[in-house]
């Protein structure tokens, strides 16, 4: 168990560490100067000199990157170039609405697709599971900003149930935070759902059909009893590989759906802070985004054999 | 069958999940407006990106001039709707006969929104902090002071490097102008301490600005209890929480397409304001076929401005003849100097020795109005043979590559200062004008004109000359095009500064008469 964890352990930090030099280069490389952004068309060359060391961004670039990784690994993450704020806060704000998001759009997505899958398969025969089969096909072919835009219109301008677009801050109404999460969070999770509404149809399918179920049956069991005492378990291991994947699937979808729904989220800052040349505050969310996906991959890794004691610990 | 009960319960669940929401939106309070001691906060929507910091002497983007300049921070002048300068921290001023040498009278009695009183003091800091070393003033080019001193108790003296017609309007119009409390400067990214109608009471990031009233104001006190300034980068966003009444207004429509929305709905009004923005196809002067004034003036012949309007700004706007709009003094209308007419453009062509044209690119920023046109240059360019190949790239990009490198070949932007003729008389500008010396040497000669009809026939013999090399296509001057529920008053009937002065805003009620009398909405 310990060298596993040692061995997988030092996969992670390889790979965050391979991450942080491609971030860097490719921000480094990509054109427009932080200044000139920053002081527009009618600044003195004077100034924009002058502002360019301010930044620092006249040292060589390794140094740059060796200051960059310096205040990362003693959780210093820098002042923002643009509004020369210190970045941890203004990250640690936008997580307060990015990371609820995930999880109700994750929590969504199981809502649908656990229910969803188990029906489908042990209705496969029947016209309630193709039909749920199906529309789950119609949910995979609906891109996710596409249904934000039709919920907007339908629930919030017409029924006015729910606000068009924005965020009540967890600081001043808890439920008013909520409930400006309940519109992005849906159409969030129903597509990720519906594709994995299909996966778990396919592996309770595959459960079904096996040797140990018909062997339960044979003794007595009903179907969900056997399912339930024999099936789950077996059925959740592809489940639990593309849930890992799901989850970086949603933290990317979180950009695109925080956009429609204007919410100051992780994903509004990275886009404004491309736009706006901001590199250092790129880079650490870019950072954030691939520690989020590879400890999540670990998790997954874990959890395989938690669920699953065959999967041996060496493999 | 034996499933049946699991997905009944499934059901309740999710059934019991979906009342819970409704009855989470129906207890939280309703979106909109709340109310104050019976005064209610405006909620401006805007479609600028969010001020990257509240400090307007430390960038250079707009939108921080939109929440804080005359807002919060107040110059000794300021420019009112109208174009006119009018006095606000000053109560008065002097200027010498040789343009050189401004004294103003500080008002007396004003206040920081911080309790700290406003000295003559202050003002020489703040007005000597624009061109300090290391001062990072976007605007810091246009204000040449040689000195700035207090003068008795109550004055201050401000002494210019060269003479000037332009620079109290500069004072007026640009952020460089705002009055600071120099025990206040630490806190200027996130809390800019002024003496204006308004003070910064909080900011969530990419997501709204809130102010409230200063209760301190000097002046006559704003008619709402604060203004809250949301940001939404998606235009079908923006005119969702408009029309959902999240929102009390659009400071300015990005996509004129939408405007049909609005127009003919009585709940809301539409306020097309002039700006000093010239939307224009700029070319460089010195890129191959473009150094030929011959094909630089079909160019011009060939644009057709009133369709270009048509398609990008929503039939608003009005067309543009060189580097200048209605509100300048020295204006001239040279529209009809290149009026729409193909066959002389493919005359002048072949003349030029490009009876078959030429191919072109064309370089856009991100801009809907740029990216509206430029369909139609491609089209009319195409009819004298010169073959487009459209390109777009995002603003940090077209910065340096574009504007600081100068390496392009066509471009669509919108020059948005006014006054900016000084730009043809700059050495190195990014469209490589032949003729930049010259004009140099023009608008020095201007500005040191003892009348100022003499520095007004000198700017206007620059316009010429600049128009008769067909230095850039000027296309149109684009409106700022205001949407707002019918109750709203007080807006500005026109858009001259970057500032969006809400002094005198209100939902409902009325506006002062001399507000009226200077541009203001009821």
Redesign the interface.
Same mark, same amino acid.
């Given at each position: 168990m310990v060298r596993f964890a040692v061995r997988r352990l030092t996969t992670v930090l390889l790979t965050l560490w391979a991450a942080s030099i491609l971030v860097f280069t490719v921000l480094n490389i990509l054109?427009? #100067?932080?200044a000139?952004?920053?002081?527009? #068309?009618? =600044? #003195?060359p004077a100034?924009v000199r =002058?502002?360019t060391i301010?930044l620092g961004l006249n040292e060589p670039l390794v140094l740059q990157y060796l200051h960059w990784m310096q205040g990362l690994l003693t959780l210093h993450l820098g002042n923002s170039y643009?509004?020369?704020?210190p970045i941890a806060p203004?990250l640690g !704000?936008?997580l307060e609405v990015t990371a609820p998001l995930v999880v109700l759009g994750l929590l969504v997505g199981l809502?649908i697709a656990v229910?969803a899958g188990? $029906?489908s398969a $042990?209705?496969h025969r029947k016209a309630s599971g193709a039909a749920l089969a199906a529309a789950t096909q119609v949910g995979i072919a609906i891109p996710n900003f596409v249904l934000g835009?039709l919920l907007?219109?339908v629930v =919030? $301008?017409y029924l006015?149930?729910?606000? =068009?677009?924005?965020?009540?801050?967890w600081s001043s109404?808890v439920?008013?935070a909520?409930?400006s999460l309940?519109l992005p969070s849906v159409s969030l999770g129903l597509v990720e759902g519906a594709i994995l509404a299909r996966y778990v149809r396919t592996a309770v399918l595959g459960v079904l059909r096996a040797d140990y179920l018909r062997t339960a049956r044979a003794k007595g069991m009903?179907?969900?009893q056997a399912l339930v005492r024999h099936g789950i378990r077996n059925a959740a291991v592809p489940v639990v590989t593309v849930l890992g994947l799901e989850l970086s699937g949603l933290i990317i979808g979180a950009v695109v759906i925080e956009?429609?729904? #204007?919410?100051?989220g992780v994903g509004?800052?990275l886009?404004?802070s491309v !736009?706006?040349?901001?590199l250092i505050l790129v880079q650490d969310i870019v950072m954030l985004v691939a520690t989020v996906v590879v400890l999540t991959n670990l998790l997954v890794d874990i959890l395989y054999r938690v669920i699953d004691p065959r999967i041996g610990l060496r493999s | 069958m034996r499933e049946r009960p699991t997905l009944k319960r499934w059901l309740t669940v999710l059934a019991a999940m979906a009342a819970g929401s409704v009855l989470l939106a129906a207890c939280s309070s309703a979106p909109g407006n709340t109310t104050t001691q019976s005064l209610k906060t405006l909620t401006v929507g805007s479609s600028n990106v969010f001020p990257p910091t509240l400090n307007p002497t430390a960038n250079a983007s707009q939108a921080i001039d939109e929440v804080i300049d005359y807002n919060v921070l107040q110059h000794l002048v300021e420019l009112a709707p109208d174009g006119k300068i009018v006095p606000v921290l000053a109560t008065s001023w002097t200027v010498s006969s040789a343009n050189k040498v401004f004294t103003f009278t500080i008002r007396k009695g004003v206040r920081f929104s911080n309790g700290n009183p406003l000295t003559p003091k202050d003002v020489v800091y703040s007005l000597k902090r624009v061109s300090a070393p290391g001062s990072t003033y976007p605007y810091a080019k246009i204000f040449d002071v040689a000195s700035v001193t207090t003068l008795g108790s109550d004055q201050v003296r401000v002494t210019l490097a060269d003479p000037s017609w332009e620079w109290l309007y500069n004072l007026a119009a640009y952020s460089n102008g705002v009055i600071l409390d120099p025990s206040a400067i630490s806190s200027m990214a996130t809390d800019p301490i002024g003496t204006g109608p308004f003070k910064v009471t909080g900011e969530v990031t990419n997501y709204s600005v809130s102010l409230a009233r200063n209760n301190l104001y000097w002046g006559y006190k704003p008619h709402v209890a604060g203004v809250t300034f949301r940001y939404y980068t998606n235009p079908n966003a923006l005119n969702s929480a408009l029309e959902s009444g999240q929102i009390n207004m659009i400071d300015n429509l990005s996509t004129p397409s939408d405007l049909s929305l609005f127009k003919s709905n009585p709940k809301y009004r539409v306020i097309a304001g002039l700006t000093n923005g010239k939307v224009q196809l700029t070319l460089n002067n010195a890129y191959g076929p473009l150094r030929n004034r011959l094909v630089r003036q079909a160019i011009l012949y060939a644009t057709n401005r009133q369709a270009i309007i048509k398609a990008a700004s929503g039939g608003y706007g009005i067309p543009a003849g060189s580097d200048t709009v209605p509100a300048d003094p020295y204006y001239l209308n040279l529209t009809n100097v290149y009026p729409y007419n193909v066959a002389k453009a493919k005359q002048l062509m072949a003349q030029a020795g490009y009876p078959s044209g030429f191919p072109l690119t064309l370089t856009l920023p991100p801009y809907y109005y740029a990216q509206l046109a430029a369909p139609l240059i491609v089209s009319e360019l195409g009819a004298i043979g010169i073959r487009v190949t459209v390109s777009t790239i995002d603003f940090p990009l077209w910065i340096s590559q574009v504007f600081e490198a100068g390496d392009f070949e066509t471009t669509i932007i919108d020059h948005a200062e006014g006054r900016d003729i000084g730009n043809y008389g700059t050495p190195g500008y990014y469209w490589h004008y032949a003729g930049t010396a010259q004009v140099a040497k023009e608008l020095a000669a201007a500005d040191a004109a003892p009348t100022r009809a003499q520095w007004i026939a000198g700017y206007r013999q620059v316009l010429r000359q600049i128009t008769a090399a067909a230095v850039n296509d000027w296309l149109y001057i684009i409106p700022n095009l205001t949407i707002a529920q019918k109750d709203v008053v007080g807006l500005s009937s026109t858009a001259y500064t970057e500032a969006f002065n809400l002094t005198y805003v209100g939902i409902g009620g009325s506006i002062p008469a001399s507000a009226k009398a200077l541009g203001y909405s009821s």
């Open positions: 054109p427009g #100067t932080p000139q952004v920053i002081l527009g #068309t009618q =600044a #003195t100034s =002058a502002l301010k643009i509004s020369g704020q203004e !704000a936008a809502l229910p188990l $029906v $042990v209705h835009i907007i219109i =919030a $301008v006015k149930w729910l606000p =068009a677009s924005g965020f009540t801050p109404s439920g008013g909520l409930q309940i009903r179907t969900g956009a429609v729904f #204007t919410l100051p509004s800052l886009l404004s !736009a706006n040349r901001d | -």
